[in-house]
């Protein structure tokens, strides 16, 4: 095989094996062996180099997730070009600057994307001009050096604009080959894929059930409804999602328990913090599964922790033990030696640095070659580590400092709380003050004053929420994970608009 991340699937192997399933129409499911995946991505690279891109250019893809947006995906970078997965949630000024900004060369898009990406030369799934830009026939897929770039991955850019992540083939062929866990039969699984594929999460699952010959499940989107109806329709085993999306879906008892979901044996969540009580909703929601939190980031890639090298068992909501071809250190105040502070890392997945930000790569690369990620961590006496909360989210009230994640968890502990999000409103006195969302359980209706009450009883005073509202869902942003940009806007208004001692 070719050194090149479009060149995943052995067609000796898994040639003729089912190992994508299309929802896109769920009425009529198009099943995708490895061949016909393998043609359309080899008939795709052909056109796009008749049109003259040459090794290098960027093509962009701004798609809900389908069969042809992986084919486009391997077809580029097979072809020696660069992929770039745009987010369709963003708006349009957004995706402007972020196809100006990576240079696309042309675009990829679905019907709803077609509008949006101005007069970039652009073809749309499922037409006859994307049929005539197809070339039928064989690739040899380019065989590239090892630190030639695969990717841009854009940032969500919810406080300012998106960054352009560059990703090497080198460091996302090394992710594949170490999230291989020994004594599984990833050939027997179907891998339920809902995340957007321009996010870290579904796309690296989409790669690497490519390679284990498993059979990838693809949403469109995500909804519950539709989760939990396909895990039923297509016995899917393994189980994929940002922890959101899996809150949402242990918000629909009456659903689970009309729905056989007894064939999921593994359960994988990752890209933002887990609580101990979604942990225990999933495992109750999936009681034959494996529950594991995984933890990456788009700079560093999906591969940080393992289990421990002498065999002891993980603690709740650890993420893990150090994987031992991954550097990590925790820093504070310019002291390596903590056991609380934010988490840096070095990988060979680490991106070389920002596309077009060379000021901004200054800022999180140090001199000896680690990622600051920004994510605040402790570890215990043996080596594992605990996700805290977001440098970035943490804000100070009362000359206290309060990390967000810290009080939902306190939050989601009460019996009537099924999800919680806490933001800071601006304060003339404290600095900031928490605010909090809260979702009900089943059957329950929380009550503010008890819930204040609850946080002060239960954890540090300073970081209690002044207010509380109660809300049927949370907001998402593009990544499924909740948009605490709108939550904040949200807080401000009402306090603005009914202010409350």
């Not at 995708?32 to 090794?55: C, I, K, S, V």
């Not at 947006?69 to 402007?96: D, H």
């Not at 899996?246 to 044996?265: C, K």
């Not at 989210?393 to 000359?399: E, L, Q």
């Amino acid at each position: 095989m070719p050194f090149n991340l479009g060149a995943l699937i052995d067609r000796e192997a898994d040639g003729d094996r089912p190992l994508l399933i299309d929802c896109d129409n769920w009425d009529a499911p198009r099943t995708w062996t490895g061949n016909a995946l393998e043609d359309e991505a080899d008939a795709l690279a052909r056109g796009l180099l008749a049109r003259g891109l040459t090794p290098g250019d960027r093509v962009a893809i701004l798609s809900a997730n389908r069969a042809e947006y992986l084919a486009a995906y391997y077809a580029t970078m097979r072809a020696g070009l660069i992929s770039v997965p745009v987010n369709t949630k963003l708006p349009a000024e957004t995706i402007a600057y972020v196809l100006n900004d990576s240079g696309a060369k042309l675009a990829f898009v679905d019907a709803a994307g077609r509008d949006r990406v101005g007069a970039l030369e652009a073809f749309e799934f499922g037409t006859s001009r994307y049929d005539a830009l197809r070339d039928p026939g064989p690739f040899q897929a380019v065989d590239l050096a090892h630190d030639d770039i695969a990717m841009f991955l854009y940032t969500s850019g919810s406080t300012g604009k998106p960054k352009g992540v560059p990703l090497t083939h080198r460091g996302h062929l090394w992710v594949i080959e170490k999230r291989f866990q020994p004594g599984v039969d990833y050939r027997a699984q179907r891998m339920l894929v809902a995340a957007p594929l321009y996010h870290m999460n579904g796309l690296a699952i989409c790669k690497f059930a490519a390679v284990a010959g498993s059979t990838v499940v693809l949403l469109p989107q995500f909804t519950p409804e539709r989760y939990i109806a396909a895990i039923e329709r297509f016995a899917c085993t393994w189980i994929t999602s940002v922890p959101t999306m899996l809150a949402l879906v242990t918000q629909r008892p009456e659903l689970l328990a009309g729905t056989d979901v007894s064939s999921v044996d593994s359960v994988r969540m990752g890209s933002a913090p887990v609580t101990a009580e979604l942990l225990r909703r999933v495992a109750q929601a999936f009681p034959h599964a494996k529950v594991q939190i995984g933890y990456g980031t788009t700079e560093a890639g999906p591969v940080a922790f393992g289990p421990h090298p002498h065999g002891l068992p993980l603690p709740p909501l650890s993420l893990g033990y150090p994987h031992p071809e991954v550097r990590l250190r925790l820093t504070r105040d310019g002291r390596h030696d903590v056991k609380e502070g934010v988490l840096e890392v070095d990988c060979p997945a680490l991106t070389p640095g920002y596309h077009n930000l060379p000021e901004k790569t200054v800022e999180v690369m140090s001199p000896d070659g680690y990622y600051f990620t920004g994510d605040v961590m402790r570890h215990d006496e043996d080596g594992f580590y605990f996700f805290v909360g977001r440098d970035d989210d943490m804000f100070v009230c009362n000359g206290e400092n309060v990390f967000p994640e810290e009080v939902e968890r306190l939050l989601e502990g009460h019996e009537s709380v099924a999800q919680a999000c806490v933001v800071p409103v601006p304060d003339p006195v404290r600095g900031h003050m928490p605010v909090a969302f809260v979702v009900p359980a089943e059957d329950h209706r929380p009550d503010e004053e008890t819930l204040k009450a609850f946080t002060i009883r239960h954890g540090p005073a300073y970081q209690h929420p002044r207010f509380v509202f109660t809300r049927a869902e949370l907001p998402l942003a593009g990544t499924n994970k909740v948009d605490r940009q709108q939550l904040t806007h949200d807080a401000i208004a009402s306090l603005r608009a009914t202010p409350r001692a």
